[in-house]
């Protein structure tokens, strides 16, 4: 069997080279494990399983450290460094860091990763035999993945991004000891502001579908968001210098969203809960806060 970069293979340590290391055999190939790369002491003649790479040279190496990933297979890798132009290294447990190409992140560079989160990827090749990462997939995520309850609705949870976009963020849900989660999607109107890549986040579950995948939102229940996004309204117009907003039930609703990161609808609740308690009122696409008035004195007694 030939040596493949990524996966273990048993080998036969045939004979040392001081100062460098052991080469190790499989009866017709050899390579080279470093003294850097044992773990206890090796003895001509005997066993081992060992993981192959490729060192910084680009030379097939062998390791008797165990990796965090192995080649075909998903893993949750963290961020070490990131290069303009190469992309972002993840540690791979081996003292030695792996690439995710540039081409494999998000076109928007705010969606990029940053050094310390974690990412869904897959080990794989180069076209010159060297190991890479590519992002998993939802196909590749699945088979790991478990299918939500029904009782998870209203739940809240951390998620984490492994596919960011505009329409919304595909994210795998915490579930605890059971596989790598649960798959939800954040739709684009029920988050308050863009996810990255790699990024956790506490959602809440608003659906759970039928094939066991979620649906989810940033966003507090309509009851408890009203509260917090009225309070923001009434502070930003308290803030103005006229005490007035250019916002009104006749916004449009992606201005709303740029502006004060809700949906159209949460602005109206807020707003109507405004109107309701005497704190504003419309006069065409302005919105004012009402003067507070002066309670009349008692007249003094001549």
Known sequence: MSFVTGTYH???VGRELSPYGYFLTNGSQEVLMHYS????QVKVGEELDVFLFHDSEDRLSATMRKPLITLDEVALLEVADIHPRFGCFLEMGLGRQLLLPF?????LKELHPQVGDKVFVVLSHDKQGRLL???AQEDQLRSLCVRAPESWLNRKVEARVYKPLQMGSFVVCDAGVLGFGIIGLIHATERTRLLR?????EMRITFVREDGNVNGSMRERKEVGREDD???LLAYMMERPNRAMPYSDET?????TQRFGMSKSAFKRALGKLMKDGLVYQQGSWTYLKEEKQEAEPASES
Do not use: F, N, Q, W
């Open 10 to 12: 048993t080998v036969k």
């Open 37 to 40: 790369e044992m773990v206890g």
């Open 103 to 107: 081409r494999e992140l998000p076109e």
């Open 133 to 135: 990462a590519r992002l």
């Open 197 to 201: 890549l790699g990024e956790t986040v």
């Open 230 to 232: 009225s309070a923001k």
């Open 252 to 256: 449009p609703a992606d201005l709303i």
